[in-house]
């Protein structure tokens, strides 16, 4: 597999969507050198090595493999995977907190990272859940946007980004029963807390096998910042419409909170109009494995995962710079 390449030619193509971005986002904080009126130009985001993303996917296979064949909410298979990131993001200098509660009669655990930095008062909050159901491995549901989300904070460590925002990552848990765990941190956020996260961004599954290039209609900022990446690469988005409110974006819509995501589709199927604009299988679902046991290693379009582990650190970098 030539993971690298196609890495690399998506980040040469948003070279262009990026300047457009951070041309109206100039930063004087950060990088500005003292008594220098200069302003800044806000970092580029730095291209996701889909490598690293590939080698985080096969951590979760491996961690369901020893554990039932699952990461569910409630078993060793989730903790299991809730350890591998917190050990990733401790070692990277993130400050973690690992939030209890319970669902089904069954501890859950959600993963808080936070990087030092950043004005507190405005955060950038990145998440993803980590569970899968109890049918599989969960390797495009969810682990695709639980590596994603974790290879950009890694990215955000490894490149010493100093963001004008303060950065929030997450990854949750008990998704799958119903969104528990984002529903649990949200609903024990102080008002004052709430309030000063200007924008979650959300990404589960986003490796689909048959893919489709869906961005959430939610907030106009963030669907914005998703579709320049997007264009940058010459391909056509279309709204998110499986199922609003479906992940774990929908408990801090509610709230108040702007929200946005991408999302390669789940059950339903791929239009002939779409595949002729996406590639892929016309008449097919964009996930067959969708909540099966066949979500497993194989059950992932690497093109679609680097595209939008990409996407992920774009729009992490362009909001918060
Ligand atoms: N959240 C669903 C799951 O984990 C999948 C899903 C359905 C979804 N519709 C969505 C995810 C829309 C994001 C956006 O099973
Ligand atoms: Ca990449
Ligand atoms: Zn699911």
Sequence with gaps: MRLSLSGRSAAAAVIAATALLTTSAISTAATGSPGTAAPQRAAAAPDI???????????FQSIASANGGNRAHGTAGYKASLDYVKGK???????????????????????????????????IFAGAHLDSVSRGAGINDNASGSAAVLETALAVSREKYKPTKHLRFAWWGAEELGLVGSTYHVRNLPAA??????????????????????VYDD?????????????????????????????????????GVPV?????????????????????????????????????????????LDRNSDAVAYA????SS
Aim: overall charge neutral.
């Design 49 to 59: 090595p889909v490598a690293n993303v590939k080698a985080h996917l096969s951590q």
């Design 89 to 123: 993001l401790d070692a990277a200098g993130f400050t973690t907190t690992v939030q209890q509660f319970t669902s089904s009669g069954r501890t859950g655990y959600n993963l808080i990272a936070d990087w030092p930095g950043g004005d507190a008062n405005q955060v």
């Design 193 to 214: 807390e709430r309030s000063k996260i200007k924008g979650y961004l959300n990404f589960d599954m986003i490796g689909s096998p048959n893919p489709g290039y869906f």
């Design 219 to 255: 907030d106009p900022t963030i669907e914005r910042t998703f579709k320049a990446y997007y264009s940058g690469l010459n391909i056509g988005t279309e709204p998110e419409r499986e199922g609003d409110g479906r992940s774990d974006h929908a408990p801090f819509k509610n709230a």
């Design 260 to 304: 946005g995501g991408v999302f390669t589709g789940a059950s339903n199927t791929k239009s002939a109009a779409q595949a002729q604009k996406w590639g892929g299988t016309a008449g097919q679902a964009f996930d067959r494995c969708y909540h099966a046991s066949c979500d497993s290693s194989s059950n992932i379009n690497n093109t679609a």
């Design 316 to 319: 992490v970098w362009g909001l």
